[in-house]
């Protein structure tokens, strides 16, 4: 998948996102960075309200209740800002703008960049 390209000059935007296993998630960025991303940790971070609470904020999905073995059937750009993921599981209602996405890749993902 090519994200559409931005003309946000000091934001990040997906270049490139591609399975790099059966369990991870490629992500490319314009900025020059890479992350591979767990299928499970996208998945539970899922920004959605029948993910997280809308009056308290609290997650309400929880890690054990996600199949290790999840995947995305789907990866879809929503306008210039953010992803959409289709799930094994059926949920497809989570928007993962990309400053969130790329907070999630610094975060919970492995850096696959060369070392400096």
Known sequence: MNP??????????PTHIEPLSPIELHIK?????????PYSE???????????DENTGERTIQKTSIDPAIRPLGVQTIGRYAIQFTWS?????GMYHFDRLMELCQKQGRSLNPKS
């Open 4 to 13: 559409a390209p931005n003309t946000t000059v000091n934001s990040a935007v």
């Open 29 to 37: 960025w314009n900025n020059g960075d890479a992350y591979s991303l």
């Open 42 to 52: 996208i998945r539970y971070y899922c920004p959605c309200a029948g993910c997280i």
């Open 89 to 93: 599981d059926g949920h497809n209602t």
